[in-house]
Nanobody
């Protein structure tokens, strides 16, 4: 069994910062791409940022320059540093990872989600 446990999130004022973390545990052979998604009320889940095992990153246009995704392969963790937060960033954030439990291809796993609210 593989689990992704998220931490961080909460309420922050516009312009503030928050950090989200996600740790994978269980029978893990290798973790490939890791990512953060978010889903705002009434909207579809969208990709926020992703990072390859080698550290290559990709960001959505809406967070480019404000958010930073990072990972620690030794600890099986991924983090999202969110700066200059805006009310439009309010959403439930989910971590996602492509994880192989045996030699071969991986499967997608999801964290439980954490609410980020940006409001004055």
């Amino acid at each position: 069994q593989v689990q992704l446990a998220q931490s961080g999130g909460g309420l922050v004022q516009p312009g503030g910062s928050l950090r989200l973390s996600c740790a994978a545990s269980g029978t893990i052979f290798r973790i490939y791409d890791m990512a953060w998604y978010r889903q705002a009320p009434g909207k579809r889940r969208e990709l926020v940022a992703e990072i390859t095992r080698q550290g290559f990153t990709n960001y959505s246009d809406s967070v480019q320059g404000r958010f930073i995704i990072s990972r620690d392969n030794a600890k099986n963790t991924v983090s999202l540093q969110m700066n200059s937060l805006k009310p439009d960033d309010t959403a439930v954030y989910y971590c996602n990872a492509n994880i192989a439990t045996i030699v071969g291809g991986g499967l997608p796993y999801w964290g439980e989600g954490t609410l980020v609210t940006v409001s004055s």
